[in-house]
């Protein structure tokens, strides 16, 4: 729509006065080898309150509190499908640039509930799959259980300890449930009065007005349609069961242009009891949901403890959107990024828009992937910059 592009544009020139929000392009740094990876990824087991388990969904492993650069948390969020491993590649590549952190940085992803059969008893009519609602608690809960695993030789604490700050990330709908926690925890700080969220970092964000945008529309559709709201997951189910694993792997892979390890996940999603369901149900529920913003401007917003010289050393939230996104409304996109333009100037916001064409579900490609972990690894060194460093 010529409305929302005139309003990219005129916030990009606003961006190269401040640089808070600028257009991404390829550089060629990603073909330059990584320095010294980092040992971040856990693999960890956690109950679901709300269900009986068989096995644990698999991981990969506050504003009010004094931030310092000891050993800190990096937690990720996944999209729907709410599958860590789609992000393999992703992880590779980011640990492979945060070297600099030197051990003090662990990085940590998790499923979204339900999405694994082997997470929960069969979904059905009276133990439906997990909401957002749901989706968010549970996230939430899981992020205050975390403590340290080890200490790096340079990191003050010990294994056991709350890490000494939380870099939340989230992907699509984890975004959204990453502004949620923020906005939770900010609300109700005795909830993880331990829990020391320093910044949230949001990758093609789906936090407004969801059924508005192109494949929204669609998903509206059908939690709008009585027999369809009921029986597209039956539907969906049905039609792959007629197809042979192989031939869809081979569809995922070659038609739908999806990386190896992508395919391989996207086919055993497709295959499984229950993940289709689950991912329908818990779309058609963000319809509902992702509405109106109605987060406090206090989310948004440092406190003066957290400033030093008039500004944040590194900004509260770091958001990536792309130019064009089939489940993110340019018009709603351009209007939250105007609403946040006081952040923005202060520097407690930075939003860029890509202008290289990155798709929305990046993670399905080890190109994309790595593109996305250049950026995030960037913003992480910013914000490592920033914290006040321990005496040598």
């Known amino acids: 729509m010529m409305y929302g592009y005139g309003v990219c544009n005129r916030y990009i020139t606003s961006a190269r006065r ?73 992880f590779d590549a980011l640990k492979a640039r945060i070297g600099w952190a030197d051990g003090h940085i662990h990085v940590h992803g998790r499923d979204l509930f339900g999405f694994r059969d082997d997470s929960h008893e069969p979904f059905s009519k009276d133990s439906p799959p997990y909401d957002v609602e749901h989706q968010i608690e549970l996230v939430f809960d899981h992020l205050a259980s975390l403590r340290r695993t080890d200490s790096s030789r340079n990191a003050p604490g010990k294994k056991g300890e709350p890490y ?8 699509s709908v984890g975004s959204y449930i990453a502004l949620e926690i923020f906005h939770r925890h900010l609300k109700d700080p005795s909830r993880a009065p331990h829990l020391k969220l320093l910044t949230g970092m949001l990758l093609f964000p789906t936090v407004t007005h969801i059924s508005k945008s192109p494949s929204g529309k669609q998903m ?12 597209a997951h039956v539907i969906a189910q049905k039609f792959l069961n007629l197809w042979p694993a192989g031939a869809l792997r081979w569809f995922v892979g070659n038609v739908l242009g999806m990386g190896p390890k992508a395919a391989d996940v996207t086919t055993s999603f497709l295959k499984s009891r229950d993940g289709v369901w689950q991912a329908i149900h818990m779309g058609k529920d963000e319809m509902k ?20 010289n008039g500004k944040r050393a590194a900004p509260r939230f770091f958001f990536f959107f792309a130019k064009k996104d089939h489940w993110v409304g340019d018009h709603f996109r351009d209007h939250f990024i105007r609403a946040r333009e006081k952040h923005i100037e202060n520097g407690w916001a930075r939003v860029e828009i890509d202008d290289t064409g990155l798709p929305h579900a990046f993670c399905t490609t080890e190109k994309n992937s790595e593109i996305i972990a250049a950026k995030v690894a960037e913003w992480l060194k910013e914000v490592w910059d920033g914290l006040p460093q321990p005496p040598a």
């Open 18 to 90: 401040n640089e808070a929000i600028t257009r991404i392009e390829t550089t060629s740094t990603l073909g330059t080898e990584p320095t010294e990876s980092v040992r971040a990824v856990l693999c960890c087991k956690t109950a679901s309150p709300k269900r009986k388990k068989k096995k644990k969904d698999t991981l990969i492993h506050t504003r009010t509190q004094t931030m310092a650069a000891g050993h800190g948390l990096f937690f990720f969020i996944p999209g729907n499908p709410g599958l860590v491993d789609y992000y393999t590649d992703f």
């Open 164 to 171: 000494d700050f939380v870099v939340i990330a989230g992907h």
């Open 220 to 231: 509206e559709l059908i939690r709008t349609t009585p027999f369809l709201d009921n029986t």
């Open 289 to 308: 949901v992702i509405t109106e913003e109605k987060w406090d401007k206090e989310l948004w917003e440092v406190e003066e403890d957290d400033v030093g």
